[in-house]
């Protein structure tokens, strides 16, 4: 069954597997004790943090190691800003930074801090210029991640930190969707990562803070992990996950040529097999594994069941498959269509024949969810009809109803008219605008209703 999810996990790499089993036997004593079976363990554990340490790019005393990517964003968010209390308490993220950075950014705010987040274009990318802009005099700490997790659009680091070093804000940077295909550019003060990402074992992250950045850590001390990260450490997961990363970075080169080709045959082909399509994130910038396209008129959730049947395993930013009945805040921030939103994440040794049986499952599951949500069969409106205007009331109806119903009815108003459409979905913001731009439609744009939105459609052709 092919596994297409490798942005939220990747499949544990065969030395990730061999290390873990080895260290299981030699690492499991207290590598602070001084007895032999301690000093074994804190020759592993040196030797995974000089190796994670070089292919971060840092010192070995500047690398720790915390109990996943999330803790060692919440870890360097919360140091860097405590540290540079001093100068102020202003804090800069993107807009579609992942959820961790958000939430620490939420936490810092709810605790009397600011936060400035830095929108993106429709590829989901910043403006080097736009983030510079909003470092202020009491900036604390900039947050940048390398690439981004939901439509593989890589940042522009290396601009936005020459900006920080000028400003004099030190740059956090969330490596933990690139760190496996290569060193993140440099500039920047404070990294994390989250092993399981590039094919180690869950339950281990990086932080990596430069000397020179002031970092005070928050809440009880601990003497371990250079008092940054808290706990008994995880040996053998620790020796697996940095035996995986220098595996995963000698095969990079090769792989991403290699699955580079693979995504781009997907960018290209599902456009053209699947009509209503809308490929999303930079066509060139980009992670070279990730590939992420919304259909119109579907029901995510729907849709990635239909794929696990048919044997593949993709994810969705879509409302639909969200618990919250919201689109993800990523595509949100991009303006692009969210319903039916489907993310393609390639792992390590995907071949060319699981990429063309996806290919091929895919039309007939997307035309069959289309049909069961009774959307319009034909592309073209249907002749002009004397209604000057027309309202759809799609209150309490979720994605794609809204966007379903007028496009049925679009075509019952002239050249000229307009289709009001209520609703009370989250999605619908995004979802509404982006159907007129794929049918040559005019959005005029939402106004306040009694309950929800009205958002307003001139038919143009």
């Not at 939901?150 to 004099?168: H, K, M």
């Not at 697996?240 to 997907?266: N, Q």
Request: aromatic content about 4%.
């Amino acid at each position: 069954m092919p596994y297409f999810d490798a942005a939220s996990a990747a499949p544990l790499h065969p030395v990730a597997r061999q290390a873990l089993l080895a260290a299981l036997d030699e690492g499991w004593a207290d590598p602070a004790r001084l007895y032999r079976e301690g000093r074994r363990a804190r020759l592993l554990l040196d030797a995974a943090r000089e190796a994670a340490a070089e292919a971060v790019g840092c010192r070995p005393d500047e690398l720790t190691f915390t109990s996943s990517g999330t803790r060692a964003v919440h870890s360097g968010i919360s140091g860097a800003l405590a540290g540079r209390r001093r100068v102020g308490r202003h804090l800069v993220v993107s807009a579609v930074e992942h959820s961790s950075v958000l939430h620490s950014a939420a936490t810092h705010e709810s605790g009397g801090g600011s936060v400035t987040e830095v929108p993106v274009d429709v590829t989901g990318a910043v403006r080097a210029q736009a983030y510079a802009s909003e470092l202020r005099e009491d900036t604390a700490l900039a947050c940048l991640q390398s690439a981004n997790h939901e439509v593989g659009t890589e940042q522009p680091v290396a601009e936005v930190a020459e900006a920080c070093r000028a400003a004099g804000v030190p740059l956090l940077v969330d490596a933990a969707q690139s760190l496996g295909w290569g060193p993140v550019p440099a500039g920047w003060s404070l990294l994390t990562a989250s092993a399981h990402k590039w094919g180690g074992p869950a339950g281990v992250g990086l932080l990596a803070v430069r000397k020179g950045v002031r970092f005070a850590v928050q809440g009880p001390a601990d003497e371990r992990e250079s008092g940054r990260a808290a706990g008994f450490e995880d040996i053998p997961a620790i020796v697996a996950a940095a035996a995986s990363l220098r595996a995963v970075r000698a095969e990079a080169a090769a792989e991403s040529v290699r699955l580079r080709a693979l995504v781009d045959r997907i960018r290209a082909r599902v456009p053209a097999l699947v009509p209503d399509v809308e490929v999303v994130g930079d066509p060139v910038r980009r992670l070279p594994h990730l590939v992420t396209f919304s259909c119109l008129y579907v029901d995510g959730e729907t849709l990635l069941h239909e794929l696990d049947r048919s044997g593949f395993s993709v994810s969705s930013g879509s409302s639909c498959t969200s618990s919250t009945l919201t689109p993800s805040h990523v595509l949100r921030a991009m303006g692009v269509l969210s319903e039916g939103n489907v993310r393609v994440s390639l792992p390590a040794g995907t071949s060319e024949e699981d990429v063309d049986r996806f290919l091929e499952v895919l039309p007939p599951a997307v035309a069959g969810v289309r049909e069961k949500l009774g959307a319009p069969a034909a592309t073209a409106p249907a002749p002009a009809a004397p209604a000057a205007s027309l309202v759809v009331d799609a209150l309490g109806r979720r994605c794609p109803i809204p966007v379903i119903e007028l496009a049925k009815v679009i075509g019952e108003v002239p050249v000229g008219g307009t289709v009001t459409v209520l609703s009370d979905d989250e999605a619908a913001r995004l979802d509404i605008p982006a159907w007129c731009a794929m049918r040559e439609q005019e959005y005029v744009g939402e106004e306040p209703a009694d309950r929800g939105s009205a958002y307003v459609v001139r038919r143009l052709s």
